[in-house]
């Protein structure tokens, strides 16, 4: 079993950057793809990046492609969202999720796919 922590969410004006963190414990030894979701206020879970084992590999969403980064450093079991350049649309509760791969240059960006979530962080981007 994989547990998630998500941190480093928080207030900013738009504008503003923010740093998420997410820290994988348990059997983090397997393989994993990891991805950000969010959740804005009244909406479904949307993907937002996602990151093979490798880290070779990321795709985005089209709303936040050049302004947002995800990276992640396994020896740490970590994975980072850099968000730059945010604006109010970017208000959301923000998820870290995993899921077991085989590939390490496999990415998932469907919600369905993925077994293991993080609680949750808020993230309010304020104009």
């Known amino acids: 079993q994989v547990q998630l922590s998500e941190s480093g969410g928080g207030l900013v004006q738009a504008g503003g950057s923010l740093r998420l963190s997410c820290v994988a414990s348990?059997?983090?030894?397997?393989?994993?793809?990891m991805g950000w979701f969010r959740q804005p206020p009244g909406k479904e879970r949307e993907f937002v990046a996602v990151?093979?084992?490798?880290?070779?590999?990321?795709l985005y969403a089209d709303s936040v492609k050049g302004r947002f980064t995800i990276s992640r450093d396994n020896a740490k079991t970590t994975m980072y969202l850099q968000m730059d350049s945010l604006i109010p649309e970017d208000t959301a509760v923000y998820y870290c999720?995993?899921?077991?791969?085989?590939?390490?240059?496999?990415?998932?960006?469907?919600?369905?796919?993925?077994?293991?979530w993080g609680q949750g962080i808020q993230v309010t981007v304020s104009s």
């Open positions: 999720a995993a899921a077991r791969t085989v590939s390490s240059g496999s990415v998932r960006t469907s919600p369905r796919e993925y077994d293991h």
């Open positions: 990151i093979s084992w490798s880290g070779r590999s990321t």
């Open positions: 348990g059997r983090a030894s397997s393989w994993y793809v």
